[in-house]
């Protein structure tokens, strides 16, 4: 079974500063991929980026970045120069298509962006 | 596209009663999903779908039943409701085999059962 794992229950940055999120995870899979959603107040999930884990390049999305380490099955969040629209749940996600495609969720990381 | 919708956007079941939770995407996706959020967690897989006629179970089918007549729709069957299953909902649809795997979610449904 795949699971992941948030380290992380609540987190807080300073307007305009950079904070990273961490995420683990546990497979035997080679061929995957992981996500990190964004769950605002109003609880729609928004994907904030994703990466696959053939890619050895990290993937990169305006203020988000990831770090993404595959032999220590790691996958953290860097969000730079940090805005109050960022303060949200953080979801860490992995998805393999040798489980159908399923999902798996990590128990979310509350960020704070302090003005 | 209206994308992913779920309706309705909030319900109070008594304990037994019965209720379907409705699920709908415009962008022809052949995966869809149901999963549940309790407070504080994250997300658990109820049901998906890999196609039209085509469902299985997730982590936590229990207590709940879906079917898949049409590409576009993917409703969520609650026959006895029970305050376990008080939670927020989500419907989410994917492509599948594509370039991309990223899940759209839908708005969610808060469902509490008293």
């Known amino acids: 079974a795949q699971t992941v794992t948030q380290s992380q229950p609540e987190m807080s940055v300073q307007e305009a500063e950079t904070v990273t999120l961490s995420c683990t995870y546990d497979?035997?899979?080679?061929?995957?991929?992981l996500f990190w959603y964004k769950q605002p107040p109003s609880r729609q999930m928004i994907l904030v980026i994703r990466?696959?884990?053939?890619?050895?390049q990290n993937a990169t999305e305006n203020r988000f970045s990831v770090n993404f380490q595959k032999a220590a099955k790691s996958f953290s969040l860097k969000i730079s120069d940090s805005q109050l629209g960022d303060t949200a749940m953080y979801f860490c996600?992995?998805?393999?298509?040798?489980?159908?495609?399923?999902?798996?969720f990590g128990t979310g990381t509350s960020l704070t962006v302090i003005p | 596209n209206a994308g992913v919708t779920q309706t309705p956007k909030f319900r109070i079941l008594k304990i037994g009663q019965s209720m379907t939770l409705q699920c709908a995407q415009d962008?022809?996706?052949?995966?869809m999903y149901w999963y549940r959020q309790d407070p504080g967690m994250g997300l658990k897989l109820i049901y998906y779908?890999?196609?039209?006629?085509?469902?299985d179970k997730g982590e936590v089918p229990n207590g709940y039943n879906v079917s898949r007549s049409t590409t576009e729709d993917f409703p969520l069957r609650l026959e006895l409701a029970a305050p376990s299953q008080t939670s927020v909902y989500f419907c989410?649809?994917?492509?599948?085999?594509?370039?991309?795997?990223?899940?759209?979610f839908g708005p969610g449904t808060r469902l509490t059962v008293l």
């Open positions: 497979t035997s899979e080679n061929n995957y991929y």
């Open positions: 990466q696959e884990a053939y890619k050895q």
């Open positions: 996600a992995f998805m393999s298509r040798n489980t159908g495609n399923q999902f798996y």
């Open positions: 989410a649809s994917s492509y599948t085999g594509g370039h991309t795997d990223t899940q759209y």
């Open positions: 962008m022809n996706h052949n995966y």
């Open positions: 779908s890999v196609g039209a006629g085509i469902t």
